[in-house]
């Protein structure tokens, strides 16, 4: 049977492709099939250019009739047909990577180890070698190998710089981790060159002596070709990592308009060490995660993004956690609640990558039980437990980090005798670094914390700690 379509009575939006083919636009589907999969395939290689289309389904179809020969239909209306319908529905297939964002960020994590046994197998480490030996190119295992802080002829520039240089660009290099740009008061960094953690009040002109070096400093890093361009205006300076401002007066308007609103940029100091190489016992980073978990749970703050990074130590939810910051920042701002997890969880049925997806429901049941759990808990040895029950850190940590176990248990069992409540000691918990150094505060020593070391189960494979007190 055949059915005739006035294309005057219809809009290109209300058919599709299934439905041509049932009302008739041709009597034959395998003719109808060949224009539609060309028309598409033009689409793709030369994009969306409406004239050209129809030209070259014009094409197909003188083709299509020396081959298979004429059937007597007029090919016009099911060409204009075609090429309505694709200019208005069909879109390029989206690029699909070569590989998946978890297995890119694992090439990012393993770099590093390659970079260190390219040397053991080429005899020499270097990002030449590292590519020979992972299958990357060489700007791609640069890349992941600075982002790491790991850049030899970057080190070797900086090994040439003064003392007070190299120390310099280790601040800025914390500080600029995650942002490429900002503004820094030049009193605060001076303050921090110099006095480190330590804040004691200088006389004024020693502070300006400080800043005159201070400036000195700066366009000495800037001219080390670090990455680092750096501009001084008044009391602040302008700090862009990784390009360049456009001239001295683009400079100094953005560093007008920054002040203005008042974004200076946080200084962040490299992590402290003993001159030995052994960290304080309140520098574990492991034991300042914990810490900072318990901390967040009982007040239910866990904002800004930074907090998180404690978490996401303990959660291995994504190697490559960019994708998920989004929808964290979604559920902070979301109207539905103050109940950041049970808002991520929900907002978790929106995103398209099921990695991704699971990951944010992972930690929205995380946050919640966090913040459900804890918080029902005044005693601080109780808030432990209860972090400890929904994060399992204590057997994360006596596979990956023994050291830390032990002073995570020695911190669980002084808690446990003291019987203090935690917001009693909250105040003092982020201090207890200081008063470490400041010896108010004596942490245990190696015999202490060797009687806290887990012991593996041959049967079972779980560790176990001897409850020995100091």
């Not at 028309?39 to 050209?52: I, P, R, S, W």
């Not at 108010?440 to 001897?466: F, H, I, K």
Request: charged content about 30%.
């Amino acid at each position: 049977m055949h059915f005739s379509l006035d294309l005057r009575k219809f809009r290109p939006h209300h058919f599709s492709a299934d439905v041509i083919k049932v009302i008739g636009v041709s009597d034959n589907p395998e003719k109808f099939d060949a224009l539609r999969k060309a028309a598409y395939a033009f689409v793709n290689e030369n994009g969306k250019d409406e004239e050209k289309l129809r030209l070259a389904c014009h094409g197909i179809m003188r083709d299509w009739r020396e081959t298979h020969g004429s059937d007597g239909e007029d090919d016009r209306i099911l060409i204009e047909a075609v090429v309505r319908w694709v200019m208005k529905r069909y879109n390029r297939p989206r690029y699909r990577p070569q590989r998946r964002r978890e297995e890119r960020a694992a090439y990012f994590l393993m770099t590093p180890g390659a970079y260190e046994i390219s040397g053991e197998i080429y005899g020499r480490a270097s990002v030449r070698n590292t590519s020979r030996l992972t299958g990357q190119s060489k700007s791609t295992v640069a890349r992941h190998l600075l982002r790491q802080g790991i850049a030899p002829r970057r080190q070797t520039k900086i090994s040439k710089l003064s003392k007070s240089a190299q120390r310099l660009v280790a601040i800025l290099d914390e500080t600029f981790d995650r942002n490429a740009a900002g503004i820094i008061q030049l009193g605060r960094l001076s303050s921090a060159l110099w006095d480190g953690d330590e804040r004691r009040p200088v006389p004024p002109t020693t502070q300006s002596s400080r800043v005159k070096r201070l400036k000195v400093l700066l366009r000495e890093v800037s001219g080390a070709g670090l990455g680092y361009c750096i501009v001084s205006s008044d009391d602040v300076c302008a700090v862009l990592r990784g390009r360049r401002f456009l001239g001295l007066s683009n400079a100094i308007t953005w560093i007008d308009e920054e002040k203005r609103r008042r974004r200076y940029i946080a200084i962040r100091l490299p992590s402290p060490d003993v001159g030995s190489g052994q960290r304080y016992f309140w520098a574990d980073p492991v034991l300042v995660d914990v810490m900072s978990i318990i901390d967040m749970s009982v007040t239910g703050h866990f904002f800004p993004l930074e907090r998180l990074d404690a978490i996401f130590r303990f959660e291995r939810l994504l190697l490559d956690p960019t994708p998920l910051l989004p929808w964290i920042v979604r559920a902070y701002h979301s109207y539905s609640g103050d109940d950041m997890g049970r808002n991520l969880f929900d907002l978790s049925r929106k995103i398209v990558d099921p990695e991704v997806r699971a990951a944010a429901r992972r930690l929205g049941k995380v946050l919640t039980d966090l913040k459900s759990y804890v918080r029902g808990f005044d005693p601080a040895f109780d808030a432990f437990q209860m972090a400890d029950f929904v994060l399992e850190f204590m057997d994360k940590t006596a596979v990956t980090a023994p050291m830390s176990f032990a002073r995570l248990a020695y911190i669980r069992d002084w808690l446990e005798t003291s019987g203090e409540y935690y917001d009693d000691i909250q105040k003092d918990l982020p201090r207890m670094l200081e008063l470490e150094k400041a010896g108010e505060w004596r942490a245990p020593n190696e015999q202490v914390l060797a009687g806290y070391l887990p012991v593996s189960d041959g049967e079972t494979g779980e560790a176990e700690t001897t409850n020995k007190a100091a």
